[in-house]
């Protein structure tokens, strides 16, 4: 069980992290014609709108704060004098607020994809099980809020963050600080880092789409010339 977990938690991530750039550049240079989030807004529109509004929100609240809740060294929080603590009421907080909207989103989109027909009929298999993923992946992660509330000292989320912050610095002991997690934890980061393996297969690609976005704001403007 040792070696298990020190491949899941050890090595695994480098590999999930290894799919996800090199097999994102390869979808990128041969097949660029497939690079696309295959919009079904023409068959029907529904709730997309809300549906999509709601999950977005909640994904990128949920995004961001896992990269600064995370990844932000723990002497940057001591410094600033915010405690453990505190810290993790605020991650229970807003991992409900953020979390509870991306699964009624998600919901929404789920029941509209599944459940009119012509929609269903040109949904991809891949897609079908992306959704699914997503929505396990999700449902641990509100789950571990209550989890959470068991260690309201933020010992459980320093070892989290410790583990995190290693992974990305490359020290090989990183998986050692969680190796007393429950359960919860341990499914909800194996659901999340197996999304980074199958993020160049399926429509997530377009993610790196919406954030080259962001170089949209910098360019020139378009002159147009009356003839």
């Not at 090595?11 to 979808?27: D, E, K, N, T, V």
């Amino acid at each position: 069980m040792d070696y298990l977990h020190q491949f899941i938690y050890g090595i695994y991530p480098y590999i999930a992290l290894a799919i996800f750039l090199f097999g994102s550049l390869a979808r990128f240079e041969r097949e660029q014609y497939t690079w696309k989030s295959d919009s079904s807004q023409m068959l029907h529109a529904g709730n997309l709108r809300v549906g999509n509004i709601l999950f977005h929100i909640g994904v990128l609240g949920l995004f961001f704060g896992h990269m600064v809740g995370l990844l932000t060294p723990v002497i940057v929080w001591d410094t600033l004098g915010v405690s453990h603590g505190f810290k993790q009421m605020i991650a229970i907080v807003m991992g409900g607020v953020f979390g509870s909207l991306c699964m009624v989103g998600l919901l929404i989109l789920m029941h509209r994809r599944f459940t009119d027909a012509r929609i269903s009929a040109v949904t991809k298999t891949g897609d079908k099980v992306l959704l699914l993923w997503i929505f396990i992946t999700l449902g641990l992660g509100l789950s571990t809020i209550f989890e959470s509330l068991n260690h309201t000292d933020g010992h459980m989320m320093v070892l989290l963050m410790t583990w995190a912050q290693h992974i990305v610095t490359f020290k090989g002991d990183a998986a050692s600080f969680i190796i007393g997690a429950p359960i919860l934890f341990k499914a909800h980061l194996f659901m999340g880092l197996s999304l980074f393996v199958i993020f160049p297969f399926t429509r997530l690609v377009h993610v790196w789409s919406g954030f080259a976005s962001v170089g949209y704001l910098s360019r020139a403007w378009q002159l147009v010339r009356p003839r």
